[in-house]
């Protein structure tokens, strides 16, 4: 259930890292500190990851099958988490810039515990979960969609990747999970299938 809606900053257009250092220090980072991120660094990584980069045609920073747009992103957000921002389980809508919340509570645990128990996870303020809604594309390609889909799942994770190493973060990379238990604790819609998680915090 919908509780209320977050309007996220504007994003940056102009960095201070170039790509090819963020792209030189990219690593999968396990160990996270405390600290707390921004609600601007929370802004820029859901910007980068499936924000609106071309508003008159609705394209996205990551690249889609027919621009069909089969993702969605979930965030896990702890006690603490996002600076002015209760922990809970939120929905990014790309059309407004917002993040919807879906649940309140700290829930990274649950999350790590789905996820083979890796409770590494749950030091990371953030956790991103990354959906796919077959039909979305599928009613185009058919079963070509469900390869498309998980295409794009890369291209925004590396999206992920980049954006938190320019910001000065760290983030990890999750396949190994059980779907229908991370579905059950994020509550999100029930044909949105999680593909990815990637924690992502200040590294230790």
Avoid: C
């Avoid at 802004?43 to 990851?49: E, F, P, R």
């Avoid at 238990?181 to 949105?192: E, L, N």
């Amino acid at each position: 259930m919908n509780q209320g809606s977050i309007l996220l900053p504007k994003p940056s257009l102009d960095g201070k890292v170039s790509l090819e250092k963020a792209i030189k220090g990219r690593r999968t980072v396990r160990d996270f500190n405390e600290r707390s991120l921004s609600l601007n660094h929370l802004s820029q990584l859901l910007w980068a990851a499936q924000g609106i980069t071309n508003p008159k045609e609705g394209k996205r920073a990551a690249p889609s099958g027919g621009a069909l747009y089969p993702l969605d992103i979930y965030l896990i957000v702890g006690e603490n988490g996002v600076e002015g921002t209760e922990s809970g389980i939120f929905h990014y809508l790309p059309e407004k810039h917002s993040i919807s919340l879906l649940s309140k509570g700290d829930r990274r645990e649950e999350i790590a515990s789905a996820s083979l128990w890796q409770m590494w996870m749950a030091r990371a303020p953030v956790i991103f979960i990354i959906t796919a809604d077959y039909r979305r594309i599928t009613g185009k390609y058919g079963e070509r969609g469900i390869r498309y889909a998980l295409m794009e799942v890369g291209h925004v994770g590396q999206n992920l990747f980049l954006q938190a190493e320019a910001l000065g973060l760290g983030a990890g990379i999750v396949g190994a999970f059980n779907a229908a238990d991370v579905s059950k604790v994020m509550g999100g819609a029930p044909q949105h299938e999680p593909l990815l998680i990637m924690p992502v915090g200040y590294k230790k």
